[in-house]
């Protein structure tokens, strides 16, 4: 990000978006065209899909456990789009056969999903959902926020007709830019739109242009993000999607026995917890005061809970450049003191 700004048309510059927009290819595993980077954090990636996707009066059926289900209801109904919530309990998953019902029901214009959500440690099942939508001519939206570069997104291969992240997960790159792709389906529902897209800055129909072979100025790039987001995906392809994963994955084995040990429980099932972020039950009395410890005494943050969860769980990331046993080790060491 120190490196000398250039111009967002200089030719220079464009052959690093190129590679950009490759790269994220790789990570979503897609060969999409229109994979880009959105200006802004995870929810202008959340959306940027549902303005292009909806238009006043559709419906759209959401899957709602947790705090980023919420915020995809809100944008839908300040698009003026009717939302079909799809609801279970914060820190549990939706039944995949309770969506496929309602999209059969409401023949919605699109589901959307959370794949990780972070309030609650919960990784959603999303395949079964996707290929159900397919079927019925529903677009499938899917956040992966904290999913991108942790765990496994397909999105060619599960059939997701649009998906978006954010870079300041498992990418291990700072805030600021929000991966998306879009599949053909998406771009035709774009096309055939009745209403101008709600939202002139999230417009993909103009963003595409200057991404595309056209290069048609649209808003400033935000050159330093996207040479960070090179490098950043650069040592995610060159550690490799796979062993990622398994280094998320053992980081995250290491976390819960250490935990277990110590009088930590976790409230999500075994087989659905997500490894990047791990929602933990403290034995503390005054988590809050021992949060703040865990700061002040050892410069370690831990997440408290979000919305229902709050003031009664831990969100314990481990994502990117700190999924590894040495930060495992030192929060246990540091919790040994707290205990």
Same mark, same amino acid.
Request: hydrophobic share 45%.
């Given at each position: 990000?120190?490196?000398?700004?250039?111009?967002?048309?200089?030719?220079?510059?464009?052959?690093?978006?190129?590679?950009?927009?490759?790269?994220?290819?790789?990570?979503?595993?897609?060969?999409?065209?229109?994979?880009?980077?959105?200006?802004?954090?995870?929810?202008?990636?959340?959306?940027?899909?549902?303005?292009?996707?909806?238009?006043?009066?559709?419906?759209?059926?959401?899957?709602?456990?947790?705090?980023?289900?919420?915020?995809?209801?809100?944008?839908?109904?300040?698009?003026?789009?009717?939302?079909?919530?799809?609801?279970?309990?914060?820190? =549990?998953?939706?039944?995949?056969? #309770?969506?496929?019902?309602? &999209?059969?029901? $409401? /023949?919605?214009?699109?589901? *959307? %999903?959370?794949?990780?959500?972070?309030?609650?440690?919960?990784?959603?099942?999303?395949?079964?959902?996707?290929?159900?939508?397919?079927?019925?001519?529903?677009?499938?939206?899917?956040?992966?926020?904290?999913?991108?570069?942790?765990?496994?997104?397909?999105?060619?291969?599960?059939?997701?007709?649009?998906?978006?992240?954010?870079?300041?997960?498992?990418?291990?790159?700072?805030?600021?830019?929000?991966?998306?792709?879009?599949?053909?389906?998406?771009?035709?529902?774009?096309?055939?739109?009745?209403?101008?897209?709600?939202?002139?800055?999230?417009?993909?129909?103009?963003?595409?242009?200057?991404?595309?072979?056209?290069?048609?100025?649209?808003?400033?790039?935000?050159?330093?993000?996207?040479?960070?987001?090179?490098?950043?995906?650069?040592?995610?392809? =060159?550690?490799?999607?796979?062993? #990622?994963?398994?280094?998320? &994955?053992?980081? $995250? /084995?290491?976390?819960?026995? *250490? %935990?277990?040990?110590?009088?930590?429980?976790?409230?999500?099932?075994?087989?659905?917890?997500?490894?990047?972020?791990?929602?933990?039950?403290?034995?503390?009395?005054?988590?809050?005061?021992?949060?703040?410890?865990?700061?002040?005494?050892?410069?370690?943050?831990?997440?408290?809970?979000?919305?229902?969860?709050?003031?009664?769980?831990?969100?314990?990331?481990?994502?990117?450049?700190?999924?590894?046993?040495?930060?495992?080790?030192?929060?246990?060491?540091?919790?040994?003191?707290?205990?």
């Amino acid at each position: 990000m120190a490196e000398p700004l250039l111009g967002h048309l200089d030719p220079a510059f464009l052959a690093i978006l190129d590679r950009v927009q490759g790269r994220l290819r790789q990570a979503f595993r897609t060969v999409h065209p229109l994979t880009l980077p959105i200006s802004g954090t995870g929810s202008a990636g959340m959306e940027a899909c549902l303005v292009n996707l909806l238009e006043p009066g559709d419906a759209a059926v959401i899957g709602v456990n947790g705090a980023f289900g919420e915020r995809m209801c809100a944008m839908v109904e300040r698009i003026g789009a009717r939302p079909v919530r799809v609801e279970a309990p914060w820190g =549990e998953t939706i039944p995949p056969e #309770r969506v496929v019902v309602a &999209l059969e029901r $409401h /023949r919605p214009r699109l589901v *959307g %999903l959370v794949h990780a959500e972070t309030s609650t440690g919960v990784a959603q099942p999303v395949v079964e959902i996707a290929a159900a939508a397919r079927a019925l001519g529903v677009l499938s939206v899917v956040d992966c926020v904290t999913s991108l570069g942790g765990m496994e997104v397909k999105v060619d291969e599960w059939g997701i007709d649009a998906a978006y992240s954010g870079t300041q997960k498992c990418l291990s790159c700072p805030p600021g830019l929000a991966p998306l792709t879009f599949a053909p389906a998406a771009l035709e529902r774009l096309a055939s739109r009745k209403t101008p897209v709600s939202s002139w800055y999230l417009d993909l129909s103009l963003i595409g242009r200057y991404f595309g072979t056209e290069r048609v100025y649209h808003h400033t790039a935000p050159i330093s993000m996207i040479f960070a987001l090179e490098a950043a995906l650069g040592e995610v392809l =060159e550690e490799g999607l796979e062993a #990622r994963f398994a280094r998320h &994955l053992a980081a $995250h /084995r290491a976390l819960v026995a *250490g %935990l277990e040990a110590l009088g930590f429980r976790f409230p999500v099932a075994v087989e659905h917890r997500l490894p990047m972020l791990n929602a933990v039950i403290p034995p503390f009395p005054d988590e809050k005061l021992a949060r703040k410890e865990l700061l002040d005494r050892f410069g370690i943050e831990v997440g408290g809970g979000l919305g229902p969860l709050a003031g009664r769980i831990w969100r314990i990331g481990l994502m990117g450049t700190n999924a590894t046993l040495d930060v495992v080790d030192r929060l246990l060491a540091a919790l040994r003191t707290l205990v």
